[in-house]
């Protein structure tokens, strides 16, 4: 994969966020880390081009990971979603922006890799 490409990870817990970050290294993918919603929202604001957004959906303080989604949306309209939560996946169904993936907590490395790659490539749907 291309090192062109650019995730944002909105992610307050610091370990899942270095999980995720080294991950998505090792794959060949640039990394932009935000620990929280607020951070993530100024992120989008700069001139990077990102293709993905790993949020998680319940981040303190701030904006929560809906919030964060549906603005990188607006701002970005082909940017690819991937949730990841410890909740109940039932609101991903209702909040969640069209097209996007939900990861549930716990979850390993591989998932977030599928879930990317499977955005990118346009073959990933629904949950994993």
């Not at 990870?9 to 640039?30: C, F, M, N, R, V």
């Not at 701002?75 to 069209?98: K, N």
């Not at 996007?100 to 490395?109: N, R, W």
Request: net charge negative.
């Amino acid at each position: 994969m291309s090192d062109s490409v650019h995730v944002l990870i909105a992610e307050d817990q610091g370990l899942i966020a270095s999980l995720i970050e080294i991950t998505l290294i090792d794959e060949a993918l640039t990394p932009t880390v935000a620990s929280s919603g607020a951070e993530a929202l100024t992120a989008l604001e700069a001139d990077t081009p990102f293709q993905v957004l790993i949020t998680d959906i319940r981040m303190e303080p701030g904006p929560d990971g809906w919030i964060v989604a549906a603005e990188a949306r607006r701002r970005h309209p082909a940017i690819h979603v991937v949730y990841i939560t410890g909740d109940s996946m039932e609101a991903w169904r209702t909040q969640g922006v069209p097209g996007s993936l939900l990861i549930a907590k716990p979850f390993v490395p591989d998932q977030i890799v599928r879930a990317v790659t499977g955005l990118l490539e346009g073959s990933a749907t629904g949950t994993l």
